[in-house]
């Protein structure tokens, strides 16, 4: 069988749990090529793994890129060895090196090309990639995306046959803890956050403009109901990307760490959490929805890209139509005041359970190799 070659150079935390998950659910001859710092379980014996990418650990911004290009010279000749059917990409680092790159593999190799857009377009970057990635998917032979949200929004922005671009689901982020060291840190957490007997809305991970984080610091700081209430906590824990939260110093109900969790202080912000809070301005999907999915967390997201998708299989969790502050304030304090709805959305078995096997990775792994079939 004619090998496939899988990269993707962000293969860290969340993103090598995607890769492991994938790839552990798609048969055949697979080259798997990724970061130096993959942390996540050694893949299945049928895939063979190649350890490339380096440039996380640099100190510099010219270094780095060095480093990349370094990783994708010896790529090059890796490929050209191995003569692929078929390369897939996950995420880009260089987008316009990038796409001449992949340009030229496909056009010395006759490899097809799948892309995985897992957002449309980089995070907080306005249309200034646009061109590039008009370049990239007119490049690729089909697209894959998360969400028919995202869907719709490339063949609007690209004019592509619709038939390019398919459809899979992200799956389920199961964080990575260690059950035995969570439950030695538990009282330190309890210590630490002080949350019991209190509505917890959350909002973890890497803290960036686009999550509409700097709103939720608004409409807290602007809302004596919240701030000034006893009974509710907002917790804003994760590493701090340029958002300002300066609103929220001194808020005695507020919780503000710039730093980054171990996954075992994750998974206990997660289970402690009454409601997650995505008031997203972009996105097309959110690895910390997957996240919540699988730790049954109810949550309230800004219509936007697939955010609210799941909410359409089970009532989990609630819609903000259009993001604004006073949308964001009206939802929050509904929540508050509705403690059974949250508690009923939290203990609905039958709509996590129909959730969790929608977003199965067996399923995801079956539709991801029926499609490679389908190019080739």
């Not at 449309?120 to 894959?144: K, M």
């Not at 972009?282 to 697939?306: D, K, M, N, R």
């Not at 604004?324 to 929540?335: P, V």
């Amino acid at each position: 069988m004619k090998p496939i070659v899988y990269i993707d150079p962000q293969s860290i935390r969340n993103l090598a749990i995607y890769d492991y998950s994938l790839l552990s659910h798609v048969e055949g001859n697979i080259h798997y090529i990724c970061s130096t710092f993959y942390d996540y379980l050694p893949m299945p014996a049928h895939i063979k793994q190649y350890s490339l990418f380096g440039y996380n650990n640099k100190k510099n911004n010219s270094a780095k890129a060095i480093s990349y290009l370094w990783s994708y010279v010896r790529i090059f000749f890796l490929i050209l060895k191995l003569r692929p059917q078929l390369i897939h990409i996950q995420w880009l680092r260089i987008p316009r090196f990038d796409v001449l790159f992949l340009r030229t593999i496909k056009k010395l190799t006759g490899s097809r090309l799948v892309f995985t857009a897992h957002n449309v377009l980089p995070h907080d970057t306005g249309n200034r990639h646009l061109p590039t990635y008009r370049n990239l998917y007119q490049t690729a032979d089909h697209i894959i995306v998360h969400t028919y949200a995202t869907k719709q929004e490339i063949l609007r922005l690209f004019s592509m046959p619709e038939d390019k671009v398919s459809v899979i689901d992200h799956g389920l982020i199961q964080p990575s803890f260690d059950p035995d060291i969570l439950k030695k840190q538990e009282n330190e957490f309890e210590r630490h956050y002080q949350l019991d007997n209190k509505m917890v809305f959350s909002s973890l991970g890497y803290q960036y403009y686009y999550k509409g984080v700097d709103l939720l610091a608004e409409v807290w700081a602007t809302t004596p109901e919240l701030n000034q209430n006893d009974k509710c906590k907002l917790l804003l824990v994760g590493k701090n990307r340029g958002v300002d939260l300066s609103t929220v110093e001194g808020i005695a109900n507020v919780f503000v760490e710039d730093r980054l969790t171990s996954d075992e202080e994750f998974v206990y912000l997660m289970r402690h959490t009454d409601v997650y809070l995505l008031p997203y301005r972009t996105i097309s999907q959110s690895g910390v929805l997957l996240t919540a999915i699988y730790t049954g967390t109810p949550f309230l997201a800004t219509e936007v890209g697939g955010l609210t998708e799941p909410l359409d299989i089970a009532h989990v969790g609630w819609r903000i139509p259009q993001l604004s502050i006073n949308t964001l304030r009206e939802q929050l304090l509904w929540l508050l005041h509705h403690p059974e709805a949250v508690k009923t959305a939290k203990n609905n078995k039958e709509g996590w359970d129909k959730l969790r096997q929608h977003y199965d990775w067996k399923r995801i792994g079956l539709l991801t190799q029926q499609l490679y079939q389908t190019i080739l």
